[in-house]
């Protein structure tokens, strides 16, 4: 960044945060309990990362553990080969083939759920490989899966990753035209989808989207395989198979008994791609590798998430995403626990879904998003009073910072206050886990990430690429690699360079030192060394040249009584040049009024400074989101602007924009 754009730094006004110490009890079986790691990481790099490598049985040793003389295309356990899917299942048949590999929990209620012991998913995930074998599939095939949650996505994944296959799954939420590109991006000639799924009851039409999908898809496409979900309840879609796509289970059926060997994989051989968003609105084909990321993953679940292998552990996530990727499957199923799939929501048939689940299956992990915590503190205490919670030893959150109001409502009302939270940063760029405490040795922190994780150099730094005192805000940035990182952007590494490097490094050097990784988020360090993430970059009001992270003033606001959820977003001001604009949901019990409007600028005002103050507090019963769940700020802007409104037709509730429009007239 410019020396010019220094006086406009990011600034952190956050107050100072409580701590909270792990419980005894949690820390006396904590797989990681002994705060030297930190140390004897640090003094032993890379060679640290061999930790991670031992999780995982390997068909041929590897040579280097890291290969950094080409930055910043680094290479990990460079000579090794594996299998990714024998790693996941073949080596715990003998001691784990008769306990639960998957737990799956589906719609309707009254629907039977399902349990693939490991002896199960490796009998299934075998004759699936065999059949993919058959239509063609084979090594460096990539093979798109667009599917909900079902077991046969994790099967899917396995298989192709026994074969030798990336796989690219694409969000069942999507529309066509996002398969469609996603398909022509990878080169993929194969798709795996289903024929629907459940929402809150009522079964949805998915084949009738993947059909448009393909018919939008400019390369060829050899042969898809459709999973029959809904059964006699698909409400009349009938689509009928078209003449080059297959039914699975007839796939299954024909392949019964089938037996595939594991293919062994170069360590830095393409395990998958995950399509993300871009800053130039074309998605970017984010390349995962075999070994590194999965031992990144499997290290991290053991470490952060304590995951042991008599475990029933439950990550709440969607495997479209790459939290499910890394914390449904592979890095839960590598350690060989028993992991956990829901296809339904948190709200139905009741409020108190999750927790009846929780209940039931006894989870010992629960692996959430904020905005889930922010909803189920919004619905009140109520629904997790009704259920036995007790079996709870790890409460985690992904995907986004978590104010410290939400982080203590979900310690006491969910945790009873005796389950650790790890608070976690990371992205689909980085594999896994980045950011957090390690739980059974470090003290907490509400709203605070927490330290890098052993062996993770990552460091907030200023506009110049220098390192912020503590009570500073600036810039997250990692300075060394790490073995979950991904490779490249597929088929463009210069872009890979532009978006993710350029910002701090000497693109010119080809020293390793000299390359900095940007994931172009903001944070705060305090003096502790433990980072507050405040958000994307892009995140930032500009408020009289005060940048200001929109976290910051939404956690302000959610500390106020009777506020649920908040977003704010920068709108034009002709004096400040931009200024906040909030729109905010109530919690059950409370009025949106003039009342409640003032309490909250008062609450910004103490917490930040005048310089915050919204110009404009709009009261809303939703906020525009996607169907994963994430805030659409854009169309906050553009209601703030009074501009045209953009495309609606990824939200899940895109009637709500016209009712906060008509709130703002008002």
Known sequence: MADDDAETELEARLAEQDAFEPPESFVEQANVSDPAIYDDFEDDWPACWETAADLLSWDTDYDTVLDDSNPPFYEWFTGGELNVSANCIDRHLEERGDEAAIEWVGEPVEEANR??????????????????????????????????????????????????????????????????TRMDAADSEYLVTADGYYRRGDPLDHLGKANEGLA?????????????????????????????????????????????????????????????????????????????????????????????????????????????????????????????????????????????????????????????????????????????????????????????????????????????????????????????TLPGVKTMKPGSAGPPLPGVDAQVVDGNGEEVSPGQAGYLTVQKPWPGMLRTLYDNDERFIDEYWAEYSDTDSEDPADWVYFPEDGAKLDDDGYITVLGRVDD???????????????????????????????????????????????????????????????????????????????????????????????????IANGEEIGDTTTLRNPEIVADIEDAVGK
């Open 115 to 180: 349990t693939y012991t490991y002896e199960e998913l490796h009998r299934e995930v075998n004759e699936f490989a065999a059949a993919l074998r058959e239509l063609g599939v084979g090594e460096d095939d990539i093979v798109t899966l667009y599917m909900p949650m079902v077991p046969e996505l994790p099967i899917a994944m396995l298989a192709c990753a026994r074969l030798g296959a990336p796989h690219s799954v694409v969000f069942a939420g999507f529309s066509a035209d996002a398969l469609a």
């Open 540 to 638: 930032v009001i500009n408020v009289s040249g005060h940048r200001l992270g929109t976290m910051e003033i939404e956690s302000a606001i959610v500390g106020t009584e009777g506020v649920a959820e908040a977003a704010v977003v920068g709108g034009n001001h002709e004096v400040k040049g931009e200024a906040v604009y909030a729109y905010v949901i109530v919690e059950d019990g409370y009025e949106g009024d003039d009342g409640m409007r003032e309490r909250i600028i008062t609450a910004v005002e103490d917490a930040i400074g005048p310089i915050a103050r919204p110009e404009s507090v709009v009261f809303t019963p939703e906020l525009p989101k996607t169907r994963s769940g994430k805030i659409m700020r854009r169309l906050l802007e553009d």
């Open 216 to 436: 939008g898809v400019e390369g060829d496409v050899s042969d898809v395989v459709v999973v029959d979900r809904l059964g006699e309840n698909d409400d009349g879609f009938g689509h009928g198979l078209a003449e080059d796509q297959h039914d699975y289970d007839d796939l299954i059926a024909d392949h019964e008994g089938a037996s595939v060997d594991p293919v062994a994989r170069d360590a830095e051989d393409m395990l998958f791609l995950m399509y993300t968003s871009g800053t130039t609105g074309k998605p970017k084909g984010v390349k995962h590798t075999t070994a590194g990321y999965l031992a990144w993953a499997a290290w991290t679940s053991e470490s952060v998430l304590d995951i042991k292998p008599e475990d029933t552990y439950f990550c709440s996530a969607d495997i479209g995403w790459i939290t499910g990727h890394s914390y449904i499957v592979y890095g839960p199923l590598a350690l060989g626990t028993t992991t956990m799939m829901y296809e339904g929501t948190p709200d139905h048939p009741e409020r108190d879904r999750l927790w009846e689940i929780v209940e039931e299956y006894e989870a010992d992990q629960l692996y959430t998003a904020p905005t889930a915590i922010r909803a189920f503190m919004k619905w009140g205490e109520q629904y997790p009073e009704r259920h036995d919670l007790s079996s709870l030893r790890l409460l985690g959150t992904v995907g986004e910072p978590i104010n410290p109001r939400a982080w203590k409502w979900y310690y006491t009302n969910i945790g009873n206050e005796e389950c650790p939270i790890v608070d976690t940063w990371w992205q689909t760029e980085t594999g896994g886990m980045m950011v957090t």
